[in-house]
């Protein structure tokens, strides 16, 4: 048994409790300007509760007991509609604090307020409140702090959120999950992270998989975090066959206790940023219980064990979140 807890919407837990754990899921996600969209509002609440708790079943029918909902503070979070489809489905839901990347996050919001005041110290204010008291007056407390970069060279406004996710996770002792685009800027973001004072084992270093590039995954592996294979489905980001070949070799070289998967599927979109059509053709492999149904048996073929697929689903996100040191990899 643990000793260390961890936060979920509806209460603490040990991390022991979690079982098989999706890394990277979404019940909602709202671009900052959706609600302006008043042509195109999305679906309501009641309409976007049932698509969850649907979601949700289907999940726990593949065996998945918890998941991590990385939505940061400023992409349409709201922590007690999850904290109340998890109370409906009995289902356990981690929910983060955190910012998004310049260009699709708030960016406008704390830009203008660091007119008045040092930008990461007002960000990291925010992430320690919501992760040590709670979002707003809900009670309802983060587990996480997500942030994420965008692609080319890291903007002053992205190293200012990775920083204060680093001072707030030192000051909590908060893990850290994030987003990188392409595959790109991972290796930055842990380095950043570490020089700052976070051990390399409380970062995972989110949609890896955008990438084959075997030697930025190993790179950032033998640094000691966490590498998130977690867009299983999203062919039109990287194809699932190269995400496959490329966990398949992690797991060759001894990575296989430093990877988690998962699927960043969002079940309901605030506003209306995708035409129905493109949504549509995203297709239904873009499903959390794809990794289940159509990955597994691929990992199986190309020689992969049921105990390492066991690993990636229960072993990594309990000892990811129980903050256990990982060992070194040649
Ligand atoms: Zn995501």
């Avoid at 929910?95 to 996050?105: D, M, N, R, V």
């Avoid at 194809?239 to 070799?249: I, M, T």
């Avoid at 390492?308 to 070194?328: M, Y």
Wanted: with cysteine.
């Amino acid at each position: 048994m643990s000793q260390a807890s961890l936060q979920t919407v509806t209460g603490p837990i040990s991390p022991d409790e979690l079982g098989p754990t999706l890394m990277h899921e979404h019940l909602q996600i709202g671009f900052p300007g959706w609600e302006a969209d008043s042509l195109r509002p999305g679906p309501n609440a009641a309409e976007r509760f049932s698509i969850c708790v649907d979601r949700i079943e289907e999940m726990k029918s593949q065996g998945i007991t918890s998941m991590l909902d990385p939505c940061p503070s400023d992409l349409g979070r709201d922590v007690e509609f999850m904290a109340r489809v998890a109370q409906k489905t009995g289902f356990r839901i981690v929910c983060a604090t955190g910012l998004y990347k310049q260009s699709e996050g708030g960016a406008p919001y704390w830009n203008f307020r660091s007119n008045f005041g040092p930008q990461v110290d007002a960000m990291a204010e925010l992430f320690v409140r919501e992760l040590t008291e709670g979002v707003g007056d809900t009670g309802v407390r983060a587990g996480i702090i997500k942030v994420a970069t965008g692609t080319g060279a890291l903007s002053d406004y992205d190293r200012a959120i990775l920083e204060a996710a680093a001072k707030a996770a030192v000051e909590t002792g908060a893990p850290i999950t994030t987003h990188t685009d392409q595959g790109t800027l991972g290796d930055v973001q842990q380095q950043i992270f570490t020089e700052a004072g976070v051990p390399a084992h409380r970062v995972i270093i989110g949609h890896s998989c955008g990438t084959s590039d075997n030697a930025y995954h190993l790179k950032i592996a033998r640094a000691g975090s966490y590498l998130g294979f977690d867009r299983f489905g999203l062919e039109s980001v990287h194809p699932d066959a190269e995400r496959v070949a490329s966990l398949v070799k992690l797991i060759q070289v001894g990575a296989g206790d430093r990877l988690v998967v998962s699927h960043d599927t969002v079940w309901c979109w605030r506003g209306e940023p995708f035409p129905p059509p493109v949504l549509a053709a995203m297709g239904e492999m873009w499903s959390p219980t794809h990794f289940s149904q159509h990955i597994v048996p691929q990992l199986k073929d190309a020689g992969v064990s049921d105990a390492q697929i066991e690993t990636l689903l229960v072993d990594n996100p309990r000892r990811f979140f129980a903050g256990e040191k990982l060992r070194a990899l040649a």
